[in-house]
């Protein structure tokens, strides 16, 4: 299938230029099939696996159609976590940077409901949330969705998975039934084919593959025994030495134990999974993006909807319960073109689960020894993570942090990685050699204004 460019499509100028400031020249598949469908105004579902470019297809829709002198919620973006969507808000917050005072909101639970009731107040165009916690604010009358114009659902078998039909349900009752509503998911049971029958409106159907192809991911398939599984990871780090690393386990002591393991094997290691409170999520999550924790270790429904770029490795700790999720996991890596590498361990008894996949994937399997990895003890991030006690509440910018980094000349520019700010902390990433003198500058310093405390996370 050829790629069309975006300049093809009927866009707001300011959209047009920022997709181009973004390098957003080709549309992916999903983009090219819905985008069109989108802007027409007709109600969609699109099956589409992660990496396929749906948030892009969906943003840029939701932003052409924007009225941005109405502080009225405008779009409605439903997604069934919250890391999928701080993603979401982001990425549209990029789409729409060229488009002045365009407020995009995030409502999600595992956080004071006091600070969004006061940002709802002020109004917003896009609200992007889960559904327990946007139902929450129905029900108190804190968001009205009267003038929702399109009503979004990211993920939306994920969503049923866990449990949100009723919350949907409810929600989708209170907006206008004149809206346009897109429904995204990666497949497509029985479930969703029965919320889409009742929500959606003569819906155009498109289904695409993810943009990577299983050719530019290269497979390698390990028999080990139990005893030796956690030690033949640590191997495969220190032979593949990844910057970016996932390793996908099958419960949540798995991922405990062999995060503990990686640690005492000198790899810097953080853990996903459902016991973290969301302070724990928070720094897990941004630590690893931004480089300053080379592997995630993480169950399959932690790390749903987590989208990290440039993901060198995936691990499978053991293979996958379904031939699909095996799939997923691996479509991690590879990305947009580029290659990557998946390496499953299974024992003799988890042989019987590779048939599935060579089913799936149209595959013969070969297993292979282990590589000789050389262990050593400079196997280090190449950023590390200082934590601010000021945030959004302090109208922290990520350009005061940099501002206040780079000021006195102690760090320069390039030396400063990625700057998240949350509502009441900031984390911000900086090159391993300077760390001790960026902590020297922030405390010294003042950020916007404001002394703060600084510590480096381990």
Known sequence: ????????????????????????????????????????????IAQGK???????????????????????????VLCPTRELADQVAQELRRLARQIPNVKVLTLCGGMPLGPQIGSLEHGAHIVV????????????????????????LDEAD??????????????????????????????????????????????????VEAVHQN???????????????????TRLLYHYRPVSAVVFCNTKQEVRDLEQ???????????????????????????????????LVATDVAARGLDVEGLDLVINHRPSKESQVHVHRIGRT????????????????????????????????????LPKGVITDDYRPPMTTLQLDVGKKQKIRPGDVLGALTRGGELAGDQVGKI????????????????????????????KGRPCRVRQLR
């Open 158 to 207: 994920r969503m049923l998975e866990m449990g949100f039909q009723e919350a949907v349900d409810a929600i989708v009752a209170t907006t206008p039934a004149e809206r346009q509503t897109l429904l995204f998911s990666a497949t497509f049971p029985k479930e969703i084919a029965a919320i889409a029958g009742r929500i959606l409106r003569d819906p155009v159907r498109v289904e």
């Open 50 to 76: 992660t990496g396929s470019g749906k948030t892009a297809a969906f943003g840029i829709g939701l932003l052409q159609q924007l009225d941005n002198t109405s502080f009225q919620v405008q779009s409605l």
């Open 420 to 447: 998240r700010v949350f509502d009441f902390s900031t984390y911000v990433a900086v090159s391993r050699p300077v760390a001790r003198d960026a902590v020297r500058a922030l405390s010294k310093g003042k950020v």
């Open 261 to 295: 393991h990686l640690q005492g094997d000198g790899i810097a290691a953080v853990a996903l999974h459902g016991d973290l409170d969301q302070r724990q999520r928070d720094q897990t999550l941004v630590r690893f993006a931004n480089q300053s924790a080379t592997v």
């Open 334 to 369: 590879g990305r947009a073109g580029q290659s990557g590498i998946a390496v499953t361990l299974f024992n003799e008894r988890e042989r019987f689960k590779l048939a599935a996949v060579e089913a799936q994937m149209d595959m013969i399997i070969t297993d292979e020894p």
């Open 1 to 44: 299938m050829s790629q069309h460019p975006f300049s093809q499509l009927a866009l707001k100028p300011e959209l047009l230029r920022n997709l181009e400031s973004l390098e957003y020249a080709q549309m992916t598949p999903i983009q090219q099939d819905s985008l069109p469908v989108i802007l027409q105004g007709r109600d969609l």
């Open 129 to 152: 949330g889960t559904p327990g916690r946007i139902e929450e604010h129905l029900r108190k009358g804190t968001l009205r969705l009267n003038r929702l114009q399109t009503l979004v």
């Open 215 to 233: 050719t530019s991911i290269e497979q390698h398939f390990h028999e080990i025994t139990d005893d030796s599984r956690d030690a033949a990871v």
